[in-house]
T-cell receptor, first 112, second 110 residues
């Protein structure tokens, strides 16, 4: 089983719908991240969290919210999806002692 | 705007040739990551550099971080089709806030 699991892997939705992308990890890491990837723009940081009470905005947090329900779970929500939020979304955890990031397989979201 | 600039944006090389990808920041970095991504898939960790002047190698891939910790290069020796993909550099800007560059798309022609 993957150490960092994202659900759903693929989702097609309509403009205005609420969407939640979930991330769970079995690595025991405190630090978790959400990124989005668009062609030609690399990865952009949306939110990151150091524990359940410590959540920080990244480069492009507008239109997104997050919830850290437990050390192992970090969810990303789009309250009212819009077409320019169509992207590939990645969750990651960080090993504190080495700084290495471990990524999930990605969630492909299409907003029509 | 992207704080990390990668160059080139895309690269096509013939199998067996060497190549270099560059990553530049306007600010000193606390750590520099290199990841590889196969198209539309997850990211694979290659290496992390933290000290100025540091150099690391893994198989045919070598990465260096300059003394000022603002520029890194990734060098692939004798490229193979398995090296094809998107290479991303990432930077720890302090407090483990990690941001990434725009990526370099590499194609290796047999």
């Amino acid at each position: 089983d993957a150490d960092v699991t994202q659900t759903p892997r693929n989702r097609i939705t309509k403009t205005g719908k609420r969407i939640m992308l979930e991330c769970s990890q079995t690595k025991g890491h405190d630090r978790m991240y959400w990124y989005r990837q668009d062609p030609g723009l690399g990865l952009r940081l949306i939110y990151y969290s150091f524990d359940v009470k410590d959540i920080n905005k990244g480069e492009i947090s507008d239109g997104y919210s997050v919830s850290r329900q437990a050390q192992a779970k970090f969810s990303l929500s789009l309250e009212s999806a819009i077409p320019n939020q169509t992207a590939l979304y990645f969750c990651a955890t960080m090993a504190e002692n080495t700084g290495e990031l471990f990524f999930g397989e990605g969630s492909r979201l299409t907003v029509l | 705007s992207q704080e990390l600039e990668q160059s080139p944006q895309s690269l096509i090389v013939q199998e067996g040739k060497n190549l270099t990808i560059n990553c530049t920041s306007s600010k000193t970095l606390y750590g520099l990551y290199w990841y590889k991504q196969k198209y539309g898939e997850g990211l694979i960790f290659l290496m992390m550099l933290q000290k100025g002047g540091e150099e690391k190698s893994h198989e045919k891939i070598t990465a260096k971080l300059d003394e000022k910790k603002q520029q890194s290069s990734l060098h692939i020796t004798a490229s193979q089709p398995s090296h094809a993909g998107i290479y991303l550099c990432g930077a720890d800007r302090g407090y483990q806030k990690v941001t990434f560059g725009t990526g370099t798309k590499l194609q290796v022609i047999p």
